[in-house]
């Protein structure tokens, strides 16, 4: 069974970092995008980064560009998203993704195409 599980998200402080995790396991997903996606409440899920199987290329939201980095460790199959200065309007249900697709496509694709999703984790950053 596929299965992706996020781990990291918590209570903070706007201004402080937080890491993500994807943990993926039941198969291999060898040369698929893994990326993240965002889910503010009562809002529809939004595209924040994505990370090629390699890692050499990546894909970022303009609202996060400079403040989140998106990696793998592909000996772990784990994907991470580092969140730096966090803000207020960065408080969301963090969803992970993988994709057979380029990331470079994930933030116009329709959320349906993505093959598989995780289960999501709570940021919460108070101002």
């Known amino acids: 069974q596929v299965q992706l599980v996020e781990s990291g998200g918590g209570l903070v402080q706007a201004g402080d970092s937080l890491r993500l995790s994807c943990a993926a396991s039941?198969?291999?997903?060898?040369?698929?995008?893994m990326g993240w996606f965002r889910q503010p409440l009562g809002q529809d899920r939004a595209f924040v980064a994505a990370?090629?199987?390699?890692?050499?290329?990546?894909y970022y939201a303009d609202s996060v560009k400079g403040r989140f980095t998106v990696s793998r460790d592909n000996a772990r199959n784990t994907m991470y998203l580092q969140m730096n200065s966090l803000k207020a309007e960065d408080t969301a249900v963090y969803y992970c993704a993988a994709d057979s697709t380029s990331g470079s496509i994930w933030p116009a694709l329709p959320r349906r195409n993505l093959e598989v999703w995780g289960q999501g984790t709570l940021v919460t950053v108070t101002s």
């Open positions: 039941g198969r291999t997903f060898r040369n698929w995008t």
């Open positions: 990370v090629s199987w390699s890692g050499t290329s990546t």
